[in-house]
């Protein structure tokens, strides 16, 4: 059985903990949002989770799944700050090198 590198089960831990807290947060705002505005967040949360936790099962089409996750909340945050989203642009940039690194 082949061992995937810390970076790969770390980044899978990382999207589970944001999947799990973000969920946590945002779990409140059914009343200050519109519904379907609340159902895609949430979806996004879980989405999250499910990804990491694939990754961390050796799913390799997970990987993808992560990658698409962070470019989609880094393009939201380009609506942001613009030090918001170098930050997220960043962030997208190191996780896509070690996701796809020959090791991982």
Do not use: C
């Not at 059914?30 to 990804?51: C, M």
């Not at 992560?66 to 997208?92: D, K, P």
């Amino acid at each position: 059985m082949n061992k995937r590198p810390l970076s790969v089960v770390l980044i899978g831990y990382v999207f589970i903990a944001a999947g799990i807290f973000g969920f946590a947060y945002h779990v409140t705002d059914f009343q200050t949002v519109r519904p379907a505005e609340y159902a895609w967040v949430l979806l996004l949360r879980l989405l999250a989770i499910f990804g990491g936790v694939l990754v961390l099962a050796g799913k390799s089409w997970a990987r993808w799944l992560l990658i698409a996750w962070l470019a989609y909340h880094t393009l939201l945050s380009a609506f942001h700050s613009a030090s918001e989203f170098l930050f997220h642009g960043l962030l997208f940039a190191v996780i896509a090198y070690l996701l796809f690194r020959r090791p991982a």
